[in-house]
Nanobody, 120 residues
Framework: QVQLVESGGGLVQAGGSLKLSCTAS????????LGWFRQAPGKEREFVAR????????SYKDSVRGRFTISRDNTKNTMYLQMRDLRPEDSAIYYC?????????????WGQGTQVTVSS
């Protein structure tokens, strides 16, 4: 079992930055692939970024590549999402997820989410 808690969301103007954190407890952090997903009102949840167990392999949604940076610190049981040049379309609830395979699934461990709102 893994418990995940997101933090760092908030309200920011377009072009601004935010850094999200996801802190885990309950299991060995480095055993898990980690990722960020988001869900905007009236839309399906979508993949944003994920990072491998050691942090050496990373993938991003095309629209965030170059603006968002995912990272993890296994010594602190924490994953981060640095978001820059934010756009109104980035507004959503952001969820962190931990899974044992690269293909993160609905059945993996999910946090409760943190709200990100980008004003134009």
């Amino acid at each position: 079992q893994v418990q995940l808690v997101e933090s760092g969301g908030g309200l920011v103007q377009a072009g601004g930055s935010l850094k999200l954190s996801c802190t885990a407890s309950g299991s060995t952090f480095s055993d898990y692939v980690l990722g960020w997903f988001r869900q905007a009102p009236g839309k399906e949840r979508e993949f944003v970024a994920r990072i491998s167990w050691s942090g050496t392999t990373i993938s991003y949604k095309d629209s965030v590549r170059g603006r968002f940076t995912i990272s993890r610190d296994n010594t602190k049981n924490t994953m981060y999402l640095q978001m820059r040049d934010l756009r109104p379309e980035d507004s959503a609830i952001y969820y962190c997820v931990a899974g044992t395979t690269w293909e993160l699934r609905d059945s993996d461990y999910w946090g409760q989410g943190t709200q990100v709102t980008v004003s134009s």
